[in-house]
């Protein structure tokens, strides 16, 4: 079954999404063609942020520190459920444009899946600086992608009208505001890190014909999303 998953590498609930995805899938015994697709949460973030990771979300959000911390740790706590070690406290964030363009290149080689879940483990688990090139070239080395393709699409723009198109798309089509978001067979959508169970449903329901089903439904909590202007 094919799925188009928008996310951003520094979303925890777009790490636990498709960690819960796949277990559903793998309970249905549902193969899947993922195909990902950016989702900048913060296109104008600097390439290493200069304060802590709860003082960044507390200016973007509006909320303290103190509520940013314990909102981390309730992530970190779900993250641990689905098998995911969410190190919050290190999280190093920065701007992703660039993971995003690398994403875009190993999926064209077939390495998509691969190279979305070791971004989300450098970021989310080992604390690399994720706008930086030595973390984004140290990702695409560990899942194999040529390290003379990688510089050349760093030090072009290749792949960056892909990010720009996965980014329009999903505002002016979908309405997406926040990640994680699902498309699944091109006709039901699905926002958020949702429980397993609600992943099964609709991977059941992607499986019904068109004339079964309702039109296609939306459900948004547990997901990253834009402050709003």
Request: hydrophobic content about 40%; some cysteine; aromatic content about 8%.
């Amino acid at each position: 079954m094919r799925v188009d998953i928008w996310s951003d590498v520094v979303c925890p609930f777009c790490y636990i999404g498709k960690k819960r995805l796949e277990a559903a899938a793998e309970q249905a015994g549902v193969e899947l063609e993922v195909h990902w697709h950016s989702f900048e949460l913060d296109p104008e973030a600097p390439t290493r942020q200069e304060i802590s990771n709860s003082e960044r979300l507390a200016q973007k959000y509006g909320r303290t520190v103190a509520e940013v911390e314990e909102m981390q740790r309730n992530i970190a706590a779900m993250a641990a459920e689905e098998g995911i070690e969410f190190n919050w406290e290190n999280a190093n964030s920065g701007n992703t444009f660039n993971a995003h363009r690398i994403i875009h290149l190993a999926q064209s080689r077939g390495l998509g899946n691969e190279a979305e879940e070791a971004f989300f483990y450098s970021y989310m688990t080992q604390g690399l600086p994720i706008g930086e090139r030595e973390t984004i070239e140290d990702v695409a080395s560990r899942i194999g992608l040529s390290p003379v393709e990688v510089d050349d699409v760093l030090d072009s723009d290749e792949y960056a009208d892909f990010v720009k198109f996965d980014q329009e798309v999903a505002r002016e089509q979908l309405k997406v505001t926040g990640v994680p978001f699902f498309v699944f067979d091109q006709r039901v959508a699905l926002a958020g890190a949702q429980p397993r169970e609600v992943f099964l449903q609709v991977l059941e329901k992607a499986q019904a014909p068109a004339e079964q089903q309702e039109q296609a439904a939306q459900c948004t909590d547990d997901s990253c999303e834009t402050p709003k202007p």
